[in-house]
Each structure stands twice: as C-alpha cells, then as structure tokens.
C-alpha cells in the first residue's frame, strides 16, 4: 500500500509534539500529508503542529474516563474526521485512539496501525469485580482493534507476549519492536556531571512509577550520607495510583527537592548525576533515555520496558520491582564513585546514539507502515 495521507490519532494533545513531533517533521519530510487528532488542542499547540507540517483537528475525548457514550462520541467524531479527511492510514497511540481510531477506520473502509506504548493499569492484576469487567471488556476490544489493524507496532518484547497471551493480538506476525519514540541525540546532549552525588526522579508522580520506593530509599539514604541530594520532577496526577500531596510534604521536610512540572527537562537532567526510575513497567520509559542521552547513569528496575534500556553494570544498575532496600543499595553504591558514575554514563550515550536516536526510530517506524523508502536523502 502506497501511504500519502495518514493519520494520527493522540488522546493527550502535547505529546503530539513532545512525543511525536520529529515523526511528524519527517513523514511530512517524505512527502507524506499528515493529519493529527487530539482533545483539547491549545492554540500554541495548533500553531506548533501546523508549522510541522500537520493538518490539526480537535475531538472529543476524555482520557482516563470510563464512560461509554463519552466514547461512543470520541469514535462518532473520528468517522466524520476520516470521512472528510480522506487518509491512506489511520495511526493511533495509547488506548482509546488504538482502539476507537482502528474500530473508526475499519468501519470508513480504511486501513490502520497501532502504537502500543504501554500496557498500563488495564494489564495489571484487578483489584475489584468492577476493575475485572473492565479490563476483560478492555482486553476485547483491543482483539476487535488489531484484528482490524495492518500492523500493531510495540516498544519491548515482553508487551508483545503479553498481548498475544491475553488474547488480544490473534495475529501475531502482525507485531513489529521499535526502540521507544526515539530520543533527539542533537536536543539531549551530553552536559558535564556534577561533582557531587545527585539523584533524579522524573515523571508523573504516581505509585506504579515506583515513586514511595525512591522517596524511602532516598531518605534513608540522605541519613546516611547528607551530602547527597535527591530531585523529584514532575507534577501531582489526577490517577487513582497518584501519590498525595501529603505524602510529597514529607518527602520535601525530609530532604527531598520537588521542582514540580519543568518545561525543558535538559535543566533537571543537568542538575542530576544519576537518574532514578523505579517504575513496575512501561512501553519504553523516555525519560530513562533522555537521561541516558545527557551521559547520566540510571537506576531503573528489571521490569518489562526498563530493563532494555540499561545494561546492568555499564550504563546504570538494574533493581528489583517495589524493593527500597535495593534502590537504596543501589544509589549508595553510585553515591561515592564518581569514576563510576561517569563511565556509565558516556556507556549509557553510546547506546542511545546506537539504538534510539529519533531519526533512526522514524525511519524504523514508516518502514514498518510503507513509507520509510520515499524518506528524502
């Protein structure tokens, strides 16, 4: 299939541009027409899109909700955006737009991808009868969506596997690994380390980000070695895993640092000497290789989309899922080498450069979707 109008769907409009911008910069470099959806799309956000070369569409869509008319809208919307539109390919990234744009894209007699991401909560172990329906009516909706796809694309092995197990992927030569979403080699550059042990968590400030585990692990630490200094980054969340603001206080009296939402994470990744994310899972944490991109160790855990990002011993230090005592060891270990703490990180650079810089998962990624060989040289 010859790709020249495609179109992407995201339920969260900035990360059209955090996220997806450079693939939107070179699918429009190769001449392809791009089309973007998104909830809530700010006027500086619309400016930002356009100048890269996208077509800006707004839907309704309510990200975290549950409700089934408020999706049946979302999807009711996306058929009039591909009606009128007329794209090649529907892509979509996270839940409601894998589900509903492929779902929408099927039913205009349209061909469509997935971007899996993450699994997230809906993958997780449920707690309640009601958190059991959900996810078992989650669970069929994504088998009625990728079987309805081309192509499921996936950020590590173990979420293929899962998908394919919970039934949700029936075809599995569908699925295709990308290295994440890329990091800018050029934008995250390498920064010189500080002298002294700084420890960096990033991220929203939730419980499956492995967060208390960090704030327990770092205050103990802080007893122990009170030059060390500990940086949380990120804003509160609104999900039912987010942490309290009660919770924050204490960390904050207890020593930690809290710079609340940054708008250019190249500022905290300079502060920092090691990063720390000891998150359950994820698709392919960017922060780790944003970090690791600025030549700095990390601490993450051996939990499916962590662990592919470090390599134990020489870009940073793998730990077991929800262990402080190992997160713990970990950072005391990196605390007083700093030989150590600078070998992992230009370890951690060279892979980056490698395996993850931006242009070379663009290219993977419309390889995968037809249009990588019409990339200009």
Same mark, same amino acid.
Request: aromatic share 6%; glycine share 8%; hydrophobic share 45%.
């Given at each position: 299939?010859?790709?020249?109008?495609?179109?992407? &769907?995201?339920?969260?409009?900035?990360?059209?541009? &955090?996220?997806?911008?450079?693939?939107?910069?070179?699918?429009?470099?190769?001449?392809?027409?791009?089309?973007?959806?998104?909830?809530?799309?700010?006027?500086d956000l619309r400016a930002q899109?356009?100048?890269?070369?996208?077509?800006?569409?707004?839907?309704?869509?309510?990200?975290?909700?549950?409700?089934?008319?408020?999706?049946?809208?979302?999807?009711?919307?996306?058929?009039?955006?591909?009606?009128?539109?007329?794209?090649?390919?529907?892509?979509?990234?996270?839940?409601?737009?894998?589900?509903?744009?492929?779902?929408?894209?099927?039913?205009?007699?349209?061909?469509?991808?997935?971007?899996?991401?993450?699994?997230?909560?809906?993958?997780?172990?449920?707690?309640?009868?009601?958190?059991?329906?959900?996810?078992?009516?989650?669970?069929?909706?994504?088998?009625?969506?990728?079987?309805? &796809?081309?192509?499921?694309?996936?950020?590590?092995?173990?979420?293929?596997?899962?998908?394919?197990?919970?039934?949700?992927?029936?075809?599995?030569?569908?699925?295709?690994?990308?290295?994440?979403?890329?990091?800018?080699?050029?934008?995250?550059?390498?920064?010189?380390?500080?002298?002294?042990?700084?420890?960096?968590?990033?991220?929203?400030?939730?419980?499956?980000?492995?967060?208390?585990?960090?704030?327990?692990?770092?205050?103990?630490?802080?007893?122990?070695?009170?030059?060390?200094?500990?940086?949380?980054?990120?804003?509160?969340?609104?999900?039912?895993?987010?942490?309290?603001?009660?919770?924050?206080?204490?960390?904050?009296?207890?020593?930690?640092?809290?710079?609340?939402?940054?708008?250019?994470?190249?500022?905290?990744?300079?502060?920092?000497?090691?990063?720390?994310?000891?998150?359950?899972?994820?698709?392919?944490?960017?922060?780790?290789?944003?970090?690791?991109?600025?030549?700095?160790?990390?601490?993450t855990t051996d939990a499916p989309?962590?662990?592919?990002?470090?390599?134990?011993?020489?870009?940073?230090?793998?730990?077991?899922?929800?262990?402080?005592?190992?997160?713990?060891?970990?950072?005391?270990?990196?605390?007083?080498?700093?030989?150590?703490?600078?070998?992992?990180?230009?370890?951690?650079?060279?892979?980056?450069?490698?395996?993850?810089?931006?242009?070379?998962?663009?290219?993977?990624?419309?390889?995968?979707?037809?249009?990588?060989?019409?990339?200009?040289?």
């Open positions: 299939m010859m790709v020249s109008r495609i179109m992407l &769907n995201a339920s969260y409009a900035p990360s059209l541009v &955090n996220f997806r911008g450079p693939l939107i910069r070179d699918m429009a470099a190769a001449g392809v027409e791009v089309v973007v959806t998104a909830p809530a799309i700010a006027p899109l356009s100048a890269l070369g996208a077509e800006v569409y707004e839907v309704p869509l309510q990200r975290t909700g549950q409700n089934p008319l408020a999706d049946r809208k979302y999807y009711s919307a996306l058929r009039r955006t591909i009606a009128r539109t007329q794209p090649d390919l529907v892509l979509g990234y996270t839940i409601k737009p894998n589900i509903w744009g492929s779902l929408a894209a099927r039913a205009e007699g349209v061909a469509s991808a997935s971007m899996v991401t993450g699994l997230g909560h809906m993958f997780a172990q449920p707690a309640s009868l009601r958190a059991k329906v959900t996810a078992r009516a989650v669970r069929w909706l994504l088998a009625r969506a990728t079987s309805a &796809n081309d192509a499921v694309i996936f950020q590590n092995p173990d979420d293929i596997a899962e998908f394919i197990a919970q039934g949700c992927l029936e075809d599995g030569a569908k699925a295709h690994r990308v290295h994440g979403s890329g990091v800018d080699c050029h934008h995250f550059a390498p920064v010189l380390l500080p002298d002294a042990p700084v420890f960096l968590f990033a991220g929203r400030l939730l419980a499956d980000k492995g967060l208390r585990e960090f704030a327990k692990a770092a205050l103990a630490l802080k007893a122990k070695r009170p030059e060390c200094r500990f940086i949380i980054a990120g804003d509160l969340d609104e999900a039912p895993s987010s942490i309290t603001r009660e919770e924050l206080d204490q960390w904050i009296a207890g020593g930690i640092e809290w710079l609340g939402w940054v708008e250019d994470m190249r500022q905290a990744y300079a502060k920092a000497s090691v990063f720390v994310l000891p998150s359950y899972r994820e698709g392919t944490p960017r922060t780790v290789l944003e970090a690791a991109a600025m030549g700095r160790a990390v601490i989309g962590c662990r592919e990002t470090v390599v134990h011993e020489q870009t940073g230090l793998l730990v077991p899922l929800r262990d402080a005592r190992a997160i713990h060891t970990a950072m005391d270990a990196l605390a007083h080498d700093h030989a150590r703490r600078a070998a992992y990180g230009m370890a951690g650079r060279a892979m980056i450069e490698q395996h993850y810089e931006v242009s070379t998962v663009n290219r993977e990624v419309m390889d995968i979707l037809g249009i990588s060989q019409k990339l200009r040289p």
